[in-house]
């Protein structure tokens, strides 16, 4: 397995990154590759919305390192499965 890094820039309702997300893993190609949300909204909410993209991590800014490298350490050795069956996310902003 491995991990990428990528920075989506944030468009108007901050579902850039989230639909991105929604994109790779709905392809089987991509459906494995873990993704981290890193993202400066904090509310409760915005953690669902990232679940509810299929995000296999979230992080809230300010960037901690040890945080980063707990969870991408989580994510290496214990990949989630991957549901090639489940409907798309939903990606609404209300």
């Known amino acids: 397995m491995s991990l990428t890094t990528r920075n989506f820039e944030k468009s108007a309702g901050g579902c850039a990154g989230l639909a991105a997300t929604a994109i790779l893993k709905h392809d089987p190609a991509t459906a494995s590759i873990p993704v981290i ?7 409760k909410a915005d953690e669902e919305r990232s679940q509810g993209a299929d995000c296999n991590g979230y992080i809230v800014k300010p960037l901690r390192y040890k945080e980063l490298y707990a969870v991408m350490e989580r994510l290496l050795v214990e990949p989630e499965p991957v549901d090639e069956q489940a409907a798309p996310p939903s990606l609404s902003t209300t």
């Open 37 to 43: 949300a890193l993202s400066a909204l904090a509310m």
